[in-house]
C-alpha cells in the first residue's frame, strides 16, 4: 500500500479574519505553549507580517 501525503496549511481553510482569530485562540489554549507561536507564524506568513504587526499593534 502506498500513500502520497501533502504538506498542510491551515490557513488554506481559514476563510475570514474571525476563524483565523479562532484558529489563534484554539492554539493559545493547547497544553504546548509553542502551538501559539506555530499558528501565529503560519499567520504572519499567509498574511503578511506586517499586517500581523498592525493588528497586534506591534509597529
Known amino acids: 500500500m502506498n500513500i502520497q501525503l ?6 488554506d481553510f481559514l476563510q475570514d479574519d474571525n476563524e483565523i482569530a479562532a484558529y489563534l485562540n484554539d492554539a493559545y489554549l493547547d497544553e504546548d505553549p509553542r502551538m501559539f507561536l506555530i499558528a501565529l507564524g503560519h499567520i504572519a506568513k499567509a498574511k503578511n507580517v506586517s499586517y500581523v504587526a498592525e493588528q497586534f499593534g506591534l509597529n
Open 6 to 11: 501533502s504538506q498542510y496549511n491551515p490557513l
